[in-house]
T-cell receptor, first 112, second 113 residues
Framework: GENVGLHLPTLSVQEGDNSIINCAYS??????FIWYKQESGKGPQFIID?????DKRQGQRVTVLLNKTVKHLSLQIAATQPGDSAVYFC???????????FGAGTRLTVKP | NAGVTQTPKFQVLKTGQSMTLQCAQD?????MSWYRQDPGMGLRLIHY???????DQGEVPNGYNVSRSTTEDFPLRLLSAAPSQTSVYFC????????????FGSGTRLTVV
């Protein structure tokens, strides 16, 4: 079947730099995408979402970009802080299915 | 407002034992799910429910049962624990319409020996 995937399993950045976490998906029928953040020992936490009729959505210090042509999703974190260190998951929802499929995750480490 | 509450946080079982992982939410969410999280494999859906009295299988349902007698509670039962069920289990809930972002519990770390 088609799966959500990630380009990079780990990412290390300096505090204050911008971070970009990428996600490749192969299911063209997906109509909704979410980024989650998971800190050690905790459950995933919703960060930002985007529908397939959009190509960009901004939140506080975060931006999600969606490129449906190449089936690519990215999460940009501005001015990365130590508190941003976590595993980040992308998830997709198929248009005809109620549930979400999650990628394996990217571990972001922020160096002071 | 507690969100999604899971108990216990940690559990060790012997092979063949049974147990129930509890999950409760106080947000009046229609949709609830159980996921397991294994290293390098992301979150995989075990069972889900779109409302009280309705449950369905997810990606990896074998060895697990669920029931949804109330909107608030969605327990997960391990019928006969196996070492392959060693994992971290997350319960999550969301509204059925509109945005589909889940609220997750803090997880149950289960070890089967």
């Amino acid at each position: 079947g088609e799966n959500v995937g990630l380009h990079l399993p780990t990412l290390s950045v300096q505090e204050g730099d911008n971070s970009i976490i990428n996600c490749a998906y192969s299911n063209s029928a997906s109509d909704y995408f979410i980024w989650y953040k998971q800190e050690s020992g905790k459950g995933p936490q919703f960060i930002i979402d985007i529908r397939s009729n959009m190509d960009k959505r901004q939140g506080q210090r975060v931006t999600v970009l969606l490129n449906k042509t190449v089936k690519h999703l990215s999460l940009q974190i501005a001015a990365t802080q130590p508190g941003d260190s976590a595993v980040y998951f992308c998830a997709e929802k198929l248009a005809d299915n109620n549930d979400m499929r999650f990628g394996a995750g990217t571990r972001l480490t922020v160096k002071p | 407002n507690a969100g999604v509450t899971q108990t216990p946080k940690f559990q060790v079982l012997k092979t063949g034992q049974s147990m129930t992982l509890q999950c409760a939410q106080d947000m009046n969410h229609e949709y609830m799910s159980w996921y397991r999280q294994d290293p390098g494999m992301g979150l995989r859906l075990i069972h889900y429910s779109v409302g009280a009295g309705i449950t369905d299988q997810g990606e990896v349902p074998n060895g697990y049962n669920v029931s949804r007698s109330t909107t608030e509670d969605f327990p997960l039962r391990l019928l006969s624990a196996a070492p392959s069920q060693t994992s971290v289990y997350f319960c999550a809930s969301r509204r059925d319409q509109g945005r589909y972002g889940y609220t997750f519990g803090s997880g149950t770390r289960l070890t089967v020996v």
